[in-house]
């Protein structure tokens, strides 16, 4: 035997061994074999009973739920040696935790490799949420103070009644009257936000611009939609006699990414949620991987298990969601045919919806025509064959994001007068462009 997942040694008992149980009963359990050394050598206990009754009563008196009936200590003798085995199932009322440190990272512990290791947040969250019955949106609110204008007015523009019963009905009163978690996110005391922030070309290195929206989630809803509608340019394509106005973004899918984000993001997490838009793309990003008992698969495949039923129930009350299961779907509707697919990531505690621009990809395609010897890196821009010496890195550096003569010095090593000379021939030819004026001068490739 060596030590792992489920498996630990102790040379002798020590009341650390509560840990140990803690995350055995956290995790998938496991067996603690007290008695033996970390390298597997067997050294045996001199008074088994005794390290048994105090093994039973740290346990009892010192975790938290009772763990007692998903433990069992007994005595085996190998090699001749008594040794206690400390068998730990895993629990059904996670999280365990030390009672004296309580429901946080030091008194939660779970099984990773051979160690035990205090529980993140998010490890907590998670098994509060597995193992209870009740959500997050259903639970009582910290903030009692709560009013209402924007629910009312949406309300009212649907001709729909939000009196007393109403907010008992959907989920924003309990039944004690207190308010609900619901009930604050709908409210103008909700302290998650989105924030939206364009970047120059296809990474992060340089800001365009950013903003943040507070309040209801129903206003933020509202305002970021506006807000992305703007930013969503329209490029015009001429076939024959015929001109075709072209969305970056197919709008359907820009708005159901954005309500997937509202109605499914973990709210117990803090954090807001991000959007970033790029030249190539935009990508929307959600604290909260997938509910349990959802795959990836089940997901793709139009399955929906609400993370927060009531709020979901509510969208789509207001018709903001037109039947469950099936935003994952409309949103790659909108994309087929058009040789561009989104992505879709999930993590344990995030998910990122990744829409490409249509536009983008067209003029792409267009410079791949008009150059069809060319080289094109990873997000469109041109690396041609057969150039200068230096041309290369430069265009290199473009096709990373950099636009200013000084970022592009830096990003290549070459000096000031070499730099500004391969520019210029550049420009000269036609195979990138330059934009503004003195300190303002930006270049960017065709």
């Given at each position: ?89 895993r629990?059904?009322?996670?999280p ?30 998670h ?36 009196g007393a ?57 509202a ?45 117990a ?68 045919g ?26 792409k ?80 490739g065709?």
């Amino acid at each position: 035997m060596v030590e792992g997942t489920r498996i630990e040694f102790k040379r002798e008992y020590a009341e650390t061994i509560r840990k140990t149980v803690i995350a055995f009963a956290n995790t998938e359990g496991g067996k603690i074999y007290i008695g033996i050394d970390d390298d597997g050598c067997i050294i045996g206990v001199d008074d088994p009973d005794d390290v048994q009754k105090k093994v039973v009563s740290s346990c009892r008196d010192g975790i938290a739920p009772d763990v007692m009936q998903f433990l069992s200590c007994d005595r085996k003798t190998m090699d001749g040696k008594d040794v206690i085995v400390v068998d730990v199932q895993r629990g059904t009322s996670c999280p365990y935790y030390l009672q004296h440190k309580g429901i946080r990272p030091e008194g939660v512990y779970v099984r990773r490799g051979s160690a035990s290791i205090p529980a993140s947040q998010a490890e907590i969250l998670h098994m509060i949420r597995v193992t209870g019955d009740a959500h997050y949106e259903d639970e009582r609110s910290l903030v009692q103070e709560l009013s209402f204008p924007v629910l009312a007015r949406v309300f009212a523009e649907h001709g729909l009644e939000l009196g007393a019963v109403q907010l008992r009905t959907l989920g924003l009163r309990a039944a004690d009257g207190e308010y609900t978690n619901l009930a604050r996110l709908l409210s103008n005391a909700c302290v998650h936000t989105i924030k939206v922030a364009v970047f120059q070309g296809t990474t992060k290195t340089v800001f365009k611009r950013r903003k943040e929206f507070s309040g209801s989630l129903l206003q933020q809803a509202a305002e970021v939609a506006e807000y992305l509608d703007l930013l969503n340019g329209t490029r015009s394509e001429i076939h024959g006699l015929r001109r075709t106005d072209v969305r970056e973004y197919p709008p359907e899918a820009l708005r159901e990414a954005l309500i997937n984000a509202i109605v499914h993001r973990e709210y117990a997490l803090s954090g807001s949620t991000l959007i970033s838009l790029f030249d190539h793309a935009i990508e929307i990003l959600s604290l909260g991987g997938l509910p349990e008992g959802l795959t990836y698969d089940d997901m793709m495949a139009g399955a929906s298990i609400p993370r927060n039923p009531h709020l979901a129930n509510l969208f789509y009350r207001l018709e903001y969601i037109e039947a469950y299961g099936t935003g994952i779907r409309k949103i790659r509707e909108c994309y087929r045919g058009t040789g561009a697919e989104p992505e879709f990531l999930v993590t344990d505690n995030a998910f990122k919806v990744t829409l490409p621009n249509l536009a983008f990809l067209r003029e792409k395609e267009a410079r791949r025509e008009a150059h069809p010897a060319a080289d094109f890196g990873r997000n469109g821009e041109t690396l041609f064959s057969g150039t200068r010496p230096g041309e290369r890195e430069i265009l290199a550096a473009l096709d990373a994001g950099c636009t200013t003569r000084r970022a592009l010095q830096e990003a290549t090593g070459f000096s000031l007068t070499k730099t500004r000379n391969i520019l210029n021939h550049l420009v000269e030819t036609h195979r990138i462009r330059r934009e503004g004026r003195g300190r303002n001068v930006r270049y960017y490739g065709r």
